[in-house]
């Protein structure tokens, strides 16, 4: 029997639904609570590198989870997608997964970039504090830029495969009508609002958890 068999990996993959979602979800818990200063766009730059620096520790899981985590489960999760839309739609189930790896690239990239960005930062803060701030706002530029990826790149990957589902009802119907939706209000946001306007990333956000967690059990089941 092949370890990666079809039905493997599409029981692989709905695991790997459900953990992405888990760690989106937690994450994004930690943020709203414990993790708060860190988002306080009214914190002075001595303020936040003071709570960064004592709680160093509980970033490094943060950016773990949300990324490094997140990103892995992804692959696999792209992986057994295609599985199971490429009989009936090859093509659209191609492009769909390349979006999807591309995206799962730039996820991965921009968590590296983060975890090493910090220690940096904390580093050179100890050091020349004057240079951390400056360090400070190219960080967040840069991890931003690739971060609202997810409202281009993703919404495509999220559109493609469910359009490709809807043909040969791959998935249930509603989470069909999940995917298409999200991706159309998170594409539209991202090309009509400003760039650093966050709604196109946050609509995504929200209901492509929805629409792991929907077709990752679907997966399991079937």
């Not at 799962?104 to 983060?114: A, E, K, Y």
């Not at 830029?145 to 009802?169: H, P, Q, T």
């Amino acid at each position: 029997m092949k370890v990666l068999s079809s039905d493997n990996l599409q029981k692989i993959g709905g695991v790997s639904a459900i953990i992405s979602a888990g760690s989106y979800i937690f994450a994004l818990g930690l943020l709203m609570t414990m993790m708060t200063p860190l988002t306080d766009s009214n914190i002075g730059f001595v303020e936040y590198m003071t709570f960064l620096i004592a709680n160093q520790q509980l970033n490094f899981v943060w950016n773990f989870l949300i990324y490094i985590v997140h990103g892995a489960t992804l692959v696999i999760l792209v992986l057994a997608y295609y599985e199971r839309l490429k009989d009936a739609s090859p093509r659209l189930a191609l492009v769909g997964t390349a979006f999807g790896f591309i995206w799962t690239g730039l996820i991965l990239l921009s968590g590296f970039i983060c975890i090493s960005g910090t220690e940096a930062l904390i580093t050179l803060y100890n050091k020349q504090p004057g240079q951390a701030e400056i360090f400070k706002i190219l960080l967040n530029n840069l991890t931003y830029g690739i971060d609202i990826s997810d409202r281009y790149l993703g919404s495509i990957w999220v559109a493609l495969l469910s359009v490709a589902a809807w043909k040969n009802r791959s998935f249930p119907f509603y989470a069909n009508i999940v995917g298409v939706a999200l991706s159309v209000s998170a594409l539209a946001a991202g090309l009509l609002l400003p760039i650093s306007n966050t709604t196109g990333s946050l609509i995504f956000g929200m209901g492509v958890l929805v629409w792991w967690i929907i077709t990752g059990i679907y997966m399991l089941r079937k």
